[in-house]
């Protein structure tokens, strides 16, 4: 009999980053609520990005595989999209409970595959739980709208209804949370979903498969299938398949949306960022310092809401020396490793992609003021670390700030007065989240109401709403019409019927056609 991928993953975790092994296990995938393995001969080897040891063999799947994946969801929607919204809450009650008793097995093996500490990997475990208890709360959520009396003895209603078989595409740095966004959500409002997680780090959402078994989701409601670019063309291209949520990068993110759009699928697509913190000199300077490191160089700065771009306003700037000595101080090693303040990028390409983009930035005059890029982490030599970097005095025009740059690197400038600030910051093509630190009310006010960005935070450096409002990344950070999460994303997940009905009197009975436009 097949190993099942759950207990190899338990050994994985229980083993930590010293896992060796000479022929590396094999991800399996989740078919109609089984662990099957691939019969593909393409497979993509994963590496713990703190050793770059070969720690599991993710398929990429074939096409027949995917579409059974496809054919198991569409059967499977047939009955649990006429289960009782009762049946889908109870489910998602035990599923919650699940993960709440696992939370700690689920981390151990993110820290595995992705490389963060192991606080951060429980939080992203919580994060997405947050998003499982708000959908117990479906009774409320998928309410339809009632109006009687629209006219003589008539009434409208409407339903909210869910689309058929969705697909969820998710990206490597929250390998439990944005997976946890979209198929608990397709799930409570009825739908069944194929996920295909990232290649680098299936782990957690496999691990997440058998919760959901053990907690009563008949077979096939979600399947998993893995693989890259064939995987996210064939669900961008599949018909049975009604609506795609994806969150990654910008390059897969226009893709994925232009490609299922234009085969008539409704498309939601959270993309990159690069979120400025902007700070005032009357902010209280201890607790911006701090969040403002904590923010940026948290996860190795690989959150899409790490505020990866400074913006002192005015003699705020003379705190730069004490950010720079705060910066210096954190410590970088393996993420299970209990000192770890941050882990290592999650491959060399990610690695060397910082490293050059920290040099174009040296080259194109910006200050190097803390260099973390011969950072060496002892024990761990082969592993892609950079440490805590910050450029400074960087201009709109570099390169550093153009592009996202997805690692440890604080990049910093100096402007007068808040209108500047927030002109930088709306010229910047991205509106996924923005900070602003003061202690002046009008400040803020003015700040939240004129920057041009879908996430705020008022003394709060990342301000990732919880599941009762939704993700609102904006402008280039977005493309679609409904967010993920909260009373967006029941939206996204659900079609609204409206029904018109007339009961009356048989005394009262339509005597003859009525040809003219009911008004
Ligand atoms: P990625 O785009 O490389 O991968 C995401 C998914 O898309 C994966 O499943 C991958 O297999 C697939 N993919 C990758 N390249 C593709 C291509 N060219 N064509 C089709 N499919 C492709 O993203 P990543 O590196 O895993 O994640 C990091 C990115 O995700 C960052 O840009 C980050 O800002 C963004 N992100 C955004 C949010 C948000 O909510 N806005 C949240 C997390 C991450």
């Given amino acids: 009999m097949a190993l099942l991928r759950i207990a190899q993953i338990k050994q994985l975790a229980s083993h930590g980053c010293r896992f060796y092994s000479a022929s590396a296990p094999t991800t399996k995938m989740f078919i109609n ?24 063999r993710v398929p990429q799947c074939t096409q027949e595989e995917m579409q059974s994946a496809v054919d198991v969801s569409a059967e499977a929607f047939k009955s649990w999209s006429q289960s009782t919204v009762l049946t889908r809450q109870q489910c998602m009650f035990k599923f919650q409970q699940l993960i709440k008793d696992n939370l700690k097995e689920i981390a151990k093996l993110i820290t595995l595959e992705q490389g963060k500490t192991l606080v951060d990997a429980e939080g992203d475990v919580m994060r997405g739980l947050q998003v499982v208890e708000h959908c117990c709360s479906i009774t409320s959520l998928q309410l339809g709208e009632t109006m009687s009396s629209i006219a003589k003895d008539m009434d409208t209603y409407t339903v909210r209804l869910p689309l058929g078989v969705c697909a969820g595409i998710t990206p490597f740095n929250f390998p439990a949370m944005i997976p946890l966004w ?6 409570i409002t009825g739908n069944t979903m194929v996920v295909k997680p990232s290649e680098r780090d299936p782990g957690a959402v496999m691990f997440m498969m058998q919760l959901l078994q053990d907690a009563g989701f008949p077979d096939g409601t979600v399947n998993v299938i893995h693989g890259a670019h064939d995987a996210v063309n064939f669900i961008c291209d599949n018909p049975t398949i009604k609506a795609i949520s994806f969150v990654g990068s910008d390059q897969a993110g226009t893709y994925i949306y232009e490609r299922g759009s234009k085969n008539g699928k409704r498309v939601q697509s959270n993309m990159g960022a690069k979120n400025h913190g902007v700070i005032m000199p009357d902010a209280n300077k201890e607790n911006t310092l701090n969040q403002l490191v904590g923010a940026a160089f948290g996860a190795a700065g690989q959150r899409c809401m790490a505020l990866s771009t400074a913006v002192f306003v005015g003699e705020a700037k003379e705190w730069i020396p004490e950010l720079v000595e705060k910066a210096r101080k954190l410590k970088v090693n393996a993420g299970h490793e209990p000192d770890a303040d941050l882990g290592p990028l999650i491959s060399p390409a990610a690695k060397n992609r910082v490293l050059e983009l920290v040099q174009s930035g040296v080259d194109q005059g910006a200050e ?13 030599d082969k592993g892609n670390f950079v440490g805590p970097t ?22 910093s400038m100096e402007v007068d007065t808040l209108d500047e600030a927030i002109d930088v910051v709306n010229k910047n093509k991205y509106g996924n989240g923005t900070a602003i630190f003061t202690s002046n009310g009008a400040v803020a ?4 109401m004129e920057s041009d960005v879908g996430q705020v935070g008022v003394n709060v450096p990342i301000p990732v709403p919880l599941p009762m409002f939704s993700f609102t990344g904006s402008r280039g950070s977005f493309m679609g019409d409904a967010n993920f999460y909260g009373k967006q994303g029941i939206n996204f997940y659900t079609q609204i019927k409206t029904v018109t009905q007339m009961w009356r009197d048989e005394d009262a009975t339509v005597t003859k056609p009525a040809v003219s436009m009911p008004v």
Avoid: Q
């Fill in 445 to 448: 006010r003015k700040y939240t």
């Fill in 182 to 187: 979209m198929f608990p959500t397709a799930l």
């Fill in 368 to 380: 190097l003021l803390l260099d973390g890029r011969n950072v060496k982490v002892p024990g761990y």
């Fill in 33 to 56: 609520g089984k662990f099957v393995e691939s019969k593909t001969d393409r497979w993509i080897d994963l590496h713990n990005p703190a050793t770059n040891e070969v720690i599991t």
């Fill in 390 to 411: 910050i450029l400074h005095k960087v201009k709109s025009d570099m390169k550093c700030y153009e592009e996202e740059i997805f690692g440890p690197v604080l990049v």
